[in-house]
């Protein structure tokens, strides 16, 4: 048995014993039984030896008879007093196996249950049936009964827990993984706006020009030091205010020449020719552009974006 500890009362006796007690009361009682029959027996022989020789020999015979019947009697008595003990002894270990095999899951499930759900009630069962070799087996059972019942209950509670935890896990897993695929696409959005804007797209002048272009050309490399990522953009702009015609004019605002000057005269700084010489106009256009916007990129940019430079 699981629990070898002395019962916590002296006056409590245990199953084997109260089943010893019964049967020695059982067989008191029938020697007591066999001995009045044949004290009985002893009666009616000395009276018969009063009487005829006939008569002694009828009274022996019959009283043989019920001695033999007795004593079959008697056998049989005995093998009942051993079939109850027989039986006795299976439900008693059927008890002990139904305790130790309820108490073996409920310790399972208390400690499954911890942090998790209550198990005070189930716990509380558990203490009463772990003394159950001090139990009759009816006692056993139903306790057994009961906790089982608990460990349903608490099992369940478990289950619903786990199942809620598994749910918010899951739940933050998807939140961190949008979370980290927003920042990673912010991310990726910054680094290509950031790129455009340090490196911005500009247009290429053509690699062999000739007449005006060809002079602005060696003119911005030999007064300013701009290479052929500016020539580009000069080329482009100029093409948008003049077509690089020495002689346009603007018919609404007097704009003239290559630079498209306003008024015209303002070119005379860089030679009295100014009116037809594009060398003229263009060293005067070299001079405003890197004064107003640094570059002719510069000029450009300003020029693409509100429609004048």
Known sequence: MR???SSPSTTLTTSDETVDATRARVRRTRRNRRAAWIASGAVVAVGALVGSGFAVQSAVADQERRVAETAALAEG???GIDQLDAAGGLLEAHA???AEDTLRAADD?????KGKADASELASTVATLDHYTYLAPERVFE??????????????KVTEFDKKAAEKAAAEKAAAEKAAAEKAAAEAAAAEQSASTAAPSYPTGPANPSGAQAIAR?????MY???????????DLWNKESGWNVYAQNPSSGAYGIPQALPGSKMSTAGADWATSASTQITWGLGYIAGRYGTPCGAWSHSVSVGWY
């Open 77 to 79: 008595a005995d093998r």
């Open 109 to 113: 499930t208390i400690a499954k249950a």
């Open 3 to 5: 629990n070898q500890n």
């Open 96 to 98: 002990v196996k139904t």
């Open 218 to 222: 060696d003119l911005m490399a030999s």
């Open 143 to 156: 306790l057994a009964s009961l906790t089982a019942e608990k460990v349903d209950e608490v099992t369940a």
């Open 225 to 235: 030091g701009w290479g052929s990522d500016q020539f580009g953009c000069l080329v």
